[in-house]
């Protein structure tokens, strides 16, 4: 077992922003997911990605500070459904797929944006 963080072993910084700017694209493309970026400006869509990349920096032991708001605070009142969630998954699990992220750390990826869902979906 690896005594280096989740951010050590996904890459750092790079390789965590590179799978945000992978992710967010196929996101936004997604017929059932669309809805959440359409009427936003380009600069919003910058600010929501760099927060992404601090959340998931931070969350997997990198460097970053958040500071954003709570889940259940970013997400009230998107009306983010059980559906809107398996397509994310699936998009997620794409991703991750492209990048070739070993077993090990896409379980740790996976477990912990599971752990959201219930802060998320409505």
Same mark, same amino acid.
């Given at each position: 077992m690896s005594n280096k963080s989740l951010y050590e072993r996904l890459g750092?910084?790079?390789?965590?922003?590179? *799978?945000?700017?992978?992710?967010?694209?196929?996101?936004?493309?997604?017929?059932?997911?669309?809805?959440?970026?359409?009427?936003?400006s380009a600069d919003g869509i910058a600010r929501e990605k760099q927060?992404? *990349?601090?959340?998931?920096?931070?969350?997997a032991g990198g460097p970053m500070y958040y500071t954003g708001r709570d889940m *259940?605070?970013?997400?009230?009142?998107?009306?983010?459904?059980e559906r809107d969630w398996?397509?994310?998954?699936?998009?997620?699990?794409?991703?991750?797929?492209?990048f070739k992220v070993p077993q090990a750390e896409r379980a740790d990826v996976v477990a912990f944006i599971?752990?959201?869902?219930?802060?998320?979906?409505?």
């Open positions: 750092g910084y790079d390789a965590i922003r590179a *799978v945000v700017n992978d992710l967010l694209p196929r996101l936004q493309a997604d017929p059932v997911l669309a809805r959440f970026w359409q009427h936003r927060l992404l *990349v601090d959340f998931l920096c931070a969350q *259940v605070l970013s997400h009230r009142g998107m009306k983010i459904s398996s397509a994310f998954i699936g998009h997620l699990n794409a991703t991750l797929d492209a599971q752990s959201t869902r219930t802060e998320i979906v409505e």
